[in-house]
């Protein structure tokens, strides 16, 4: 945990968040400026960087991570309309929040 993380503090309930999920090892929350109607982000519960900081024990929550990102696009309702699974890596990318996380981004 980082203290100055937003995402951090959405894990440990310091900032508010809508969450659809939420387990030991990752959440996932709506997008608070959503690029599109349905934008959930995933996240793990470690703070990794990006995925430039993935380690190979990392495997298994980031493949659980998609893997429930097909679950919530089907409970909102956007699996068969279609849906974008997006990782920004690194500022020249648009990352802008240095803690990794999966955007569901869909619903048009
Ligand atoms: P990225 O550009 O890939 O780093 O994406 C970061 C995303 O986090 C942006 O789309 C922001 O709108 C979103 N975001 C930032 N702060 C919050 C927050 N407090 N709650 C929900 N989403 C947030
Ligand atoms: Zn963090």
Redesign the pocket.
């Given at each position: 945990m980082k203290s100055d993380c937003?995402f951090c503090k959405?894990i440990k309930g310091e900032?508010p968040?809508k969450f659809v999920y939420r387990d030991m090892d990752f959440v996932a929350?709506h997008?608070?400026?959503p690029s599109a109607p349905v934008h959930v982000?995933l996240v793990p519960v470690e703070h990794i960087e990006s995925v430039n900081a993935l380690e190979e024990r990392h495997g298994a929550v980031i493949s659980k991570m998609i893997i429930r990102a097909k679950e919530i696009a089907k409970q909102l309702g956007i699996s068969d309309s279609g849906y974008k699974l997006v990782i920004?890596v690194g500022r020249g990318a648009?990352?802008?929040?240095f803690h990794l996380?999966i955007?569901l981004i869909g619903g048009w």
């Open positions: 937003i959405i900032s968040a929350f997008n608070i400026k982000l920004n648009g990352q802008i929040v996380h955007h």
